[in-house]
């Protein structure tokens, strides 16, 4: 229970309505809220921090221009299914421009991975983390977008295949196949790295999606 004086935290919802008056306050604090999560899936699916930087920040964007259709249903999922297209965008304008943005060029500059290390953890953990952080990643820019978000979606943020095929405006069967051909794919890809999957299980008490 939220202690004595103290106002509890508005749900989605409320912010949601109070953003639609043209609250700006409130806007900021759906903001608040979901950027990390928002970041996290334009990384997953560009690989850079600039880019997952401009994509982010042009969904928000979308979002507050948007903000009048929303009616009902998940704030943090319509944020997010902006955010994939918002990465699409942003990975065809690099395309354009022809800004460094071909695979090699993407594994030579692919940042450390956005999640922050526990700092409690032993050295060796915390080296291990990133390693196998950066292995998913790379691994993950191996594929088409479409199987990339729809295995991102699925796996990292535990969305199920309905839900993934509203958020991306496809069928479920169509979701399916996707994250089929993608899990296969990403087997094949980290094969060579088994060693390093395995220990990080072990250690985590999970398994790798694969």
């Not at 902006?82 to 500059?109: G, P, T, V």
Request: charged share 25%.
């Amino acid at each position: 229970m939220p202690e004595s004086g103290t106002q509890p935290e508005p749900s989605d919802e409320q912010l949601v309505l109070l953003s639609k008056d043209g609250n700006l306050a409130a806007f900021n604090s759906l903001v608040e809220r979901y950027q990390s999560q928002v970041y996290n899936l334009c990384y997953r699916l560009l690989g850079n921090r600039q880019a997952a930087e401009d994509a982010a920040q042009d969904a928000f964007l979308s979002a507050y221009r948007a903000i009048a259709s929303v009616s009902g249903g998940s704030v943090r999922s319509w944020l997010l299914r902006i955010a994939a297209n918002q990465s699409k965008d942003e990975l065809r304008r690099r395309n354009r421009k022809d800004q460094a943005y071909s695979l090699d060029q993407m594994f030579e500059n692919l940042d450390t991975p956005v999640e922050v290390p526990d700092s409690g953890r032993a050295p060796d953990d915390v080296a291990l983390n990133r390693e196998l952080a950066r292995t998913l990643q790379q691994a993950l820019l191996e594929l088409p977008m479409e199987q990339r978000t729809a295995i991102v979606l699925a796996d990292l943020h535990g969305y199920r295949y309905e839900e993934i095929a509203r958020m991306t405006g496809t069928s479920q069967g169509t979701v399916k196949s996707r994250i089929h051909r993608g899990r296969t794919r990403l087997r094949d890809l980290l094969g060579p790295h088994g060693e390093l999957l395995a220990t990080y299980e072990r250690q985590e008490g999970q398994r790798i999606p694969r």
